[in-house]
């Protein structure tokens, strides 16, 4: 069975393959140029890798049996002049346990005022900050699938109150409540942490707005860690200046890597990190990649498998 990876890290995740599984007699084609692959694509059934190099190859006409990408989102293979008959799964299942510890640590660092201290050092002001706690807490988790309930269940024993919103409403435990999407206003004003983690669809577009901002708290912190096209930037620059809220923490932008004359650059209390928040783990998405090519060679379900009609 040939296998086609296209992957900036190919090299990697080809030896991992060969390590972790050299039952599986794969031939494996790799590389990171799209114009080098394009000669291996149409003799490939099964494909790996980035989903923007892999449009590529869907664009010039060449198409798989099945695709598991390395990314959790996977908006360039859903573009309309794109075929979508053919398997793909996203990843799955690896980014909750990186992405909890990252939302911990701002967390943290905001009930801390490690910022602030910061700033006292550089002044060589010595200042005694009553330190704060995450008990009791309210949290609000926009978004309850894979990552945000391992997110939910990292935070639950900090003593935190864990509020959820989906795209309907359910049960589900650690979180108090999960409410569906027209629900987000109303607890989004009752948040000390609003997080957003959900992913590109169209009724996630510009979902944090001039009203939704207007509604916190002042004393809130906003983490964006889902994707920036969900956030109208220039309401949230606002909503700063006007200290409607008390920070923000952007992992994900609208255009990356961000444009220089960008305003988040020196808004105040905004803290950028280039999307780093969640890597993904080549040898937890490779051994993703063998229990899914192994179900799929039994015709059983697949782990990840994208709903092209609700986009992920």
Same mark, same amino acid.
């Given at each position: 069975?040939?296998?086609?990876?296209?992957?900036?890290? !190919?090299?990697? !995740?080809?030896?991992l393959? &060969?390590?972790? +599984?050299?039952?599986?007699?794969?031939?494996?084609?790799?590389?990171?140029?799209?114009?080098?692959?394009?000669?291996?694509? /149409?003799?490939?059934?099964?494909?790996? /890798?980035?989903?923007?190099?892999?449009?590529?190859?869907?664009?010039?006409? *060449?198409?798989?049996?099945?695709?598991?990408?390395t990314?959790?989102?996977?908006? $360039?293979?859903?573009?309309?002049?794109? $075929? &979508?008959? !053919?398997?793909?799964?996203?990843?799955?299942?690896?980014?909750?346990?990186?992405?909890?510890e990252? #939302?911990?640590?701002?967390?943290?660092?905001?009930?801390?005022?490690?910022?602030?201290?910061l700033?006292?050092?550089?002044?060589?002001?010595?200042?005694?900050?009553? $330190?704060?706690?995450?008990?009791?807490?309210?949290?609000?988790?926009?978004?309850?699938?894979?990552?945000?309930?391992?997110?939910?269940? *990292?935070?639950?024993?900090?003593? #935190?109150?864990?509020?959820?919103?989906?795209?309907?409403?359910r049960?589900?435990?650690?979180?108090?409540?999960?409410?569906?999407l027209?629900?987000?206003?109303?607890?989004?004003?009752?948040?000390? !942490?609003?997080?957003?983690?959900?992913?590109?669809?169209?009724?996630?577009?510009?979902?944090?707005?001039?009203?939704?901002?207007?509604?916190?708290?002042?004393?809130?912190?906003?983490?964006?860690? /889902?994707?920036?096209?969900?956030?109208?930037?220039?309401?949230?620059?606002?909503?700063?200046?006007? &200290?409607?809220?008390?920070?923000?923490?952007?992992?994900?932008?609208?255009?990356?890597?961000?444009?220089?004359?960008?305003?988040?650059?020196?808004?105040?209390?905004?803290?950028?990190?280039?999307?780093?928040s969640?890597?993904?783990?080549?040898?937890?998405?490779?051994?993703?990649?063998?229990?899914?090519?192994?179900?799929w060679?039994e015709?059983? +379900?697949?782990?990840?498998? #994208?709903?092209?009609?609700?986009?992920?």
């Amino acid at each position: 069975m040939r296998l086609l990876i296209a992957e900036a890290a !190919y090299c990697r !995740y080809t030896d991992l393959l &060969r390590e972790a +599984a050299p039952e599986l007699q794969l031939e494996i084609v790799a590389g990171a140029d799209v114009t080098e692959l394009t000669r291996h694509a /149409g003799s490939c059934p099964l494909w790996l /890798g980035q989903p923007d190099l892999l449009a590529a190859l869907l664009r010039q006409g *060449f198409k798989p049996q099945w695709l598991q990408s390395t990314w959790a989102g996977v908006t $360039p293979l859903l573009a309309a002049d794109l $075929p &979508r008959d !053919y398997a793909l799964t996203r990843a799955v299942g690896i980014f909750g346990q990186v992405m909890a510890e990252y #939302v911990l640590c701002h967390l943290l660092a905001h009930e801390r005022q490690l910022f602030a201290a910061l700033a006292d050092q550089v002044a060589r002001h010595w200042q005694n900050r009553a $330190p704060c706690s995450l008990r009791g807490r309210r949290v609000v988790i926009v978004g309850t699938g894979d990552i945000g309930l391992s997110v939910a269940q *990292f935070l639950a024993p900090f003593g #935190v109150e864990l509020l959820g919103v989906a795209s309907t409403a359910r049960s589900l435990p650690p979180f108090k409540e999960v409410a569906g999407l027209e629900q987000l206003p109303r607890l989004a004003a009752e948040a000390d !942490y609003l997080i957003n983690l959900l992913p590109d669809t169209p009724a996630t577009r510009d979902l944090y707005d001039a009203a939704l901002f207007g509604a916190l708290k002042p004393s809130a912190l906003f983490i964006n860690a /889902g994707r920036g096209v969900a956030v109208v930037d220039a309401d949230l620059v606002q909503a700063l200046e006007r &200290r409607q809220l008390a920070g923000a923490v952007i992992d994900v932008c609208r255009q990356e890597p961000l444009p220089a004359d960008h305003p988040f650059w020196n808004t105040p209390h905004l803290l950028l990190t280039g999307h780093s928040s969640a890597p993904t783990d080549p040898r937890l998405l490779v051994q993703l990649f063998i229990d899914n090519l192994n179900s799929w060679r039994e015709g059983s +379900a697949l782990n990840g498998r #994208v709903d092209f009609a609700r986009g992920y």
